[in-house]
């Protein structure tokens, strides 16, 4: 030790009683500018959990953790800031695309313990936490928040035409939109087939549609349809919904699938042959059926599909028009079967006998018969000549429009001139009022009792119609129908009154007592819903798969009741959607094998 | 501002302009036009201060490029005046017999991007960077986030999870194509 240091306690002591030479940092503090960039600030409850802010970081300073359970559209997990890397340069606020992270203006804190400076902002608690100075973004942003927009044909014109509405994306175009994802992954929660959705966007991206196609396949054998008309819950919790328009997942899958005029060469499965000599049997070519049927058949299943009508789709086929989901895109998909091996019984409704020889001669089946049954509208007149129902209307015109079938009646229901009310608010009463207007009504009427917002139709497929000169009357609940003496249909309706109801649940329209409107018209359609319909299977049987309205019940393999038989679709499900269907079957493709003891 | 770069026209080769704002102008200049016109500009016009001097590393056209932003203080506007010098022999004239200051930045451009200028008082003079064997780091050949995984070190007990891989675990998410 030197003579200076074994001295220098001395000389402390010495000015023990002198001014300290430290100034108190209160003196000198000052307040930081407005916009100084400090500790980090988040909406714990606003985040989503996408990583983007982990991903733009160049300094790895952001980690994922765990923090809550992982829902539609959450993650559940938070950032985490390590200050010994950040550098403060609040890419990741400008990045964040809900707009919940910060940096605040706080920047002084002494701790001896290093450990401290790792947090989850916003769980974490800071005295930080609420400071609006500092740096919050919102003035410019480092991601695009507005879609590539899709051309359409044009709305004035396009009642006159069957021809598709949605042109699609060029691939310049697709591109662009698909370099917009962050793949954060969010949406495959909300899928219900969980589809491999930010790996087949970043393919596209990359340009490998080869690629796309297969990963697309993984879990979906009618993307085209999916591509075109998916109900598309994807998007509603896109991480760019937050702030802007989400990513077109639904149209970036059209685009990958329309790459390809017939995708039997492309789509490259490699699955062990696990039900090599085993049968299934499946009633009803809809998506669910078409799933079960497609991956089984890819595993070695010899697998015969009944389908009642001359055509596989089923409500893909013959409830959604071809303006939105053209034959050759579903004929596409029907190949895909054929390709697989698939034996397709068209025109071969299944009934109590056959329903039963095909339990005997088949190792499993499955049943995914969809709603074949419109509901009545339940209101005086409605037998009248010129109501129909949408599911028959919209039946009738495709089997008319797009087989050789000889059931129907060479004449439409809707005629050129005629005015036509349609009563509903979901997809079909829009598809009902559409092809109305294709057939050459000359106005047509959607009739609706609550209010706009509380229509189950797809936003978009309102916004069309409405452009194609669609009324849209609404909080109008049907009374009655009358037949006029000059032998048109008058729709007597009461204006609704929309009254809270329990807490989360839609507002409720209540009928205002005294009030009656007329709409007369040619033609009604009613559209207010579908059932099962069950009665080509025996009581028993009914009885034994089905609650006393025609519910199936399945269990998580999706197997019914009765041992052996399985069913999917619709007639399980209560999302009635395509892609729900779709993932019912995918349920099934794993539990058949599953039942046979096959893995 | 164009009128003025007709001047400078008038006296040098300009390669190009660009009136990037009203107040700021951009010329290009070759390399043996350099010294002279920046001392034209100190001794005639108002532009006689140095407010900035730097580089940028435009690795795929093998080149880099001396940016002097020069000032008028009086008439409020700025004129950037850019060179190109080549990559591989990166050497340029110094300025600080002009501008005292230029000495800092002709020590940070030797030491961030191995630009040398001959003559200029502290060059080869440790600013940042001590003890520093690497190539220099501003050149975009640097890889930034391998020196950083190198040189720093992740504090214990970091754990990191990949949303994607946590959404699609949590929802059971498969593939039917393959056997996974
Ligand atoms: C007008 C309309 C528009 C729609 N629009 C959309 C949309 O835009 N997006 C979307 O995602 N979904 C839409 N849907 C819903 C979607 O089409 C269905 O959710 C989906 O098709 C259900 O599939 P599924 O496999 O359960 O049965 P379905 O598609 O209903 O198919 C059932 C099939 O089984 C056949 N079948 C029934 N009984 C028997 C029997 N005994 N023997 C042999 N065959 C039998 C039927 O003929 C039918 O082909 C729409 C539905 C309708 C009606
Ligand atoms: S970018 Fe924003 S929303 Fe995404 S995890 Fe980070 S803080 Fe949360
Ligand atoms: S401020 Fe910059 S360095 Fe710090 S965590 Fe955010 S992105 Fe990383």
Redesign the pocket.
Known sequence: MSLKNALAPFGIWARALARPYTIPVEDIMRAPADRYRGWHT?DAEA????????DICQNAAID?VVNRDATKGDTG???MVDYGRCCWCAL?VD????G??GLSSEYTWVDKDPEVFRYVPGVDKKPWDDDTKGWHGGEWDLINHDRVPMSMLPGETRGQTWAEVVLGYSEEEAQREAARCLECGICTAACPAHMHIPEYIGAIRDGNYEQAVNLIYETNPMPEMCGKVCTRRCEDVC?HAKQGEPVAIRWLKRFATERFDDLREVIKADVAPIGVGKRVAVIGGGPSGITVAYYLAIRGFEVNLYEALPTLGGATFFGIPKYRFPMPSLEKQVDMLRGAGVKLHVNSPVDAALFEELRSTHDAVFIGAGLMRGKAMRVEGEDAPGVVNALTFLLEHHLRNNTDSDKVSKEPVVLPGMKVAVVGGGNTAIDAARVSLRLGASEVVISYRRRKEDMPADWEEIEDAEHENIQIDVQAIPLRIEQTPDGRLDLIWGPAEMVADKPGARPKPVLVEGVENHLVVDRIIGAIGQGPNLRWLSPEAQGTIADKWGWIKVNEDGMTGMPGVFAGGDLVNETADAISAIADGLRVVQGIPRWLGLQ | MNEFVQEIQARFEVLWSNPQRPDLMQIGVRQVNALPLLTWLKSNTGYFILNHFSAVDWIEDGEFQLTYLLTDYAARRSLMVCVRIDRAAPTAESVHHLWPEAVTYEQEMFEMFGISFPGSPRQGVDLLLEGWEDIPPMRRDFDTAAFAEEAFGFRPGRTHTNPRDRVAIAFGQKGFLHDH
């Open positions: 988040n985040c989503i959990g996408c990583g983007s802010c982990s994922m997990l938070r950032p990741c990045v964040c695309p809900s919940s992270l991480a």
